[in-house]
């Protein structure tokens, strides 16, 4: 099982502040859908940024930029492979 989540401010109307904590309240309602990894994945400078963790959503502290408007998250239960990685190993 997984979770998806994430924001879109289009108008850039909320501060940074303000992403990154509704950013927390979603990863970590998440949560109930796997607790294994954490990981979110935003654009900065013309550049996608991907910053993955094998931690609870809880345990997480998301550091976003102040042009990041669009990021998305995921959380993961582990079903294959090893729960201490962030992947998975095909056979």
Do not use: W
Not at 71 to 77: D, W
Request: charged share 20%; net charge positive.
């Amino acid at each position: 099982m997984c979770c998806l989540f994430g924001i879109l401010d289009y108008k850039n109307r909320l501060s940074l502040r303000q992403k990154t904590r509704l950013l927390t309240e979603l990863a970590v309602s998440a949560e109930d859908r796997g607790t294994d990894a954490t990981g979110i994945a935003y654009i900065s400078r013309n550049r996608l940024h991907i910053y993955k963790r094998p931690l609870p959503a809880h345990n997480m502290r998301f550091v976003l930029p102040g042009d990041a408007n669009i990021v998305m998250g995921h959380t993961r239960m582990t079903t294959q492979g090893n729960a201490k990685f962030n992947y998975i190993q095909l056979q």
